[in-house]
């Protein structure tokens, strides 16, 4: 079968391998590939791609450009563009240091723009000076921190961050939870509350962003009062570990997949010619082979005349 979905990646992945696995096992052709071109229809998943991609065939749906992951991918530029289009949702953050009324007693997240599970960041306590860096976060503590899977403006799976069981923890590893600091994206026992209050949320900021599908990190704040979900992160490549989250992202694909029209076969100048080469031998061989065959009828006859 003539392959149907792309999933294209510029570094190695195993959310990537593993989703075109589950799709080929869904009977859905899948293949990876790290191309900027492609000519027949597919339905290309740009998996935490930035580089541009090129030329594409007629009826090719590209999911997540390029560009927007490029925006998705650095912290700072993806708090900007949200908070310019009134997306409130967000932690207070600074691209110079806070003042000390500015602060207040808060923890400060002095970080990278392009960190990834919580690499990059530094926790400066309240009285801790800052240093120079990209972005200054207010830490807000948490009560649930969740991941919503969103895809074409819907949620389609739902994760929620736990303890690894006997896990000890240093005070800052308490506050950062990164797979690194003791930290797991479970699918049992999700805070249904927690869960239906985050995925607007999160679908908000995926389209916001201009997103086909991301996973999105959310906090539920831990405070007296209620308080709205909070905004962390959006991942454009997400690990896919969970059979649960692995399944909601190839059901989703292989409905999309279904309307990526078949490709027709592509004539090229070379094969074109390729094609009209055999056609050229094998018109010389038939009339080689009526030639030998009218040279053995006539050479018959005369031997039967000298016979």
Same mark, same amino acid.
């Given at each position: 079968?003539?392959?149907?979905?792309?999933?294209?990646?510029?570094?190695?992945?195993?959310?990537?391998?593993?989703?075109?696995?589950?799709?080929?096992?869904?009977?859905?052709?899948?293949?990876?590939?790290?191309?900027?071109?492609?000519?027949?229809?597919?339905?290309?998943?740009?998996?935490?791609?930035?580089?541009?991609?090129?030329?594409?065939?007629?009826?090719?749906k590209?999911?997540?450009?390029?560009?927007?992951?490029?925006?998705?991918?650095?912290?700072?530029?993806?708090?900007?563009?949200?908070?310019?289009?009134?997306?409130?949702?967000?932690?207070?953050?600074?691209?110079?240091?806070?003042?000390?009324?500015?602060?207040?007693?808060?923890?400060?997240l002095?970080?990278?723009?392009?960190?990834?599970?919580?690499s990059?960041?530094?926790?400066?306590?309240?009285?801790?000076?800052?240093?120079?860096?990209p972005?200054?976060?207010?830490?807000?503590?948490?009560?649930?921190?969740?991941?919503?899977?969103?895809?074409?403006?819907?949620?389609?799976?739902?994760?929620?961050?736990?303890?690894?069981?006997?896990?000890?923890?240093?005070?800052?590893?308490?506050?950062?939870?990164?797979?690194?600091?003791?930290?797991?994206?479970?699918?049992?026992?999700?805070?249904?509350?927690?869960?239906?209050?985050?995925?607007?949320?999160?679908?908000e900021?995926?389209r916001?962003?201009?997103?086909?599908?991301?996973?999105?990190?959310?906090?539920?704040? @831990? /405070?007296?009062?209620?308080?709205? #979900?909070?905004?962390?992160?959006?991942? +454009? %490549?997400?690990?896919?570990?969970?059979? &649960?989250?692995?399944?909601?992202?190839?059901?989703?694909? @292989? /409905?999309?997949?279904?309307?990526? #029209?078949?490709?027709?076969?592509?004539? +090229? %100048?070379?094969?074109?010619?390729?094609? &009209?080469?055999?056609?050229?031998?094998?018109?010389?061989?038939?009339?080689?082979?009526?030639?030998?065959?009218?040279?053995?009828?006539?050479?018959? %006859?005369?031997?039967?005349?000298?016979?």
């Amino acid at each position: 079968m003539a392959t149907k979905v792309i999933i294209r990646r510029t570094s190695v992945s195993d959310g990537a391998r593993a989703l075109k696995d589950s799709l080929n096992t869904a009977l859905v052709p899948t293949k990876l590939s790290d191309k900027s071109t492609y000519t027949r229809p597919y339905l290309i998943v740009n998996w935490g791609g930035t580089s541009a991609v090129g030329g594409v065939g007629v009826g090719t749906k590209v999911l997540n450009n390029p560009e927007v992951v490029s925006v998705a991918r650095n912290k700072l530029a993806t708090f900007t563009k949200l908070r310019e289009a009134g997306f409130t949702n967000l932690p207070d953050f600074w691209t110079i240091p806070p003042t000390d009324e500015q602060r207040g007693k808060s923890i400060i997240l002095q970080r990278t723009v392009d960190g990834q599970s919580g690499s990059g960041i530094k926790i400066k306590r309240p009285g801790e000076a800052l240093t120079a860096a990209p972005m200054y976060v207010r830490y807000v503590p948490k009560l649930q921190e969740l991941r919503i899977h969103v895809m074409n403006g819907k949620a389609i799976a739902v994760q929620q961050k736990r303890k690894v069981d006997g896990r000890e923890q240093s005070d800052d590893e308490a506050l950062i939870r990164s797979h690194h600091n003791g930290w797991i994206f479970a699918v049992n026992d999700i805070n249904h509350e927690a869960a239906e209050a985050a995925k607007p949320v999160a679908i908000e900021a995926c389209r916001i962003l201009g997103m086909d599908f991301g996973a999105v990190d959310i906090i539920i704040p @831990k /405070s007296k009062t209620p308080k709205p #979900p909070v905004f962390l992160e959006v991942n +454009t %490549r997400p690990g896919l570990e969970s059979p &649960t989250v692995l399944g909601a992202y190839t059901n989703e694909l @292989k /409905s999309m997949a279904g309307e990526i #029209p078949a490709a027709k076969p592509i004539t +090229t %100048r070379r094969t074109a010619n390729a094609v &009209t080469k055999r056609r050229s031998i094998t018109t010389h061989a038939s009339n080689t082979k009526r030639n030998h065959a009218g040279l053995a009828d006539v050479q018959g %006859r005369y031997a039967g005349k000298e016979r």
